[in-house]
């Protein structure tokens, strides 16, 4: 469903979005997606596969006039939560979570609605792509877009060692979309 539900979604919004040469999709991600956690290997997985759908995807709308987000829109008390909070299973195998809510680093639901919006509005379009969370400071990363972009930050990547590209598929097809560094 993490993945599966955003590419039907995006596939039906998406001829009539390029017909009008212009609107906004932003898919619900998560900060799981960036990193291994024990236990949760399927939700992991599929919130990475979302991101970098979400990258490949900006890559190829752009054309259209069309941005398209991936977002961590924080830790909501949800019913999902709940049952984490509360349930056998939850915490024996997460039991970290419950530090989230003790150590009030959960978010409301409006914070959450307002971060969305604020992308909905089109401010942010130049970081079409790109993986943010509720934390980040957009206003921030607006003034340092070209940092952004020279670094490709806020997205997903692989660091290596050396200095540079190796030859391999993943080097060539960056510098074939412009974001490799220039031979």
Known sequence: MNLRGQLLCTRAVLPEMIARRRGRIINVASGAGTIAITYLSGYVTSK????RFTECLAAEIKQYGIATFAIEPGTVRTAMADFVLNSRE??????WFRRIFEEGRDVTPERSAQFLLSLASGKADVLSGRFLQISDDLESILKNVQQVEKNNLYSLGIQRLGAGMSKSISGAAEQAAGKGAKK
């Open 48 to 51: 990475a596969a979302l991101i």
């Open 90 to 95: 939850g915490q024996k195998w997460m039991p």
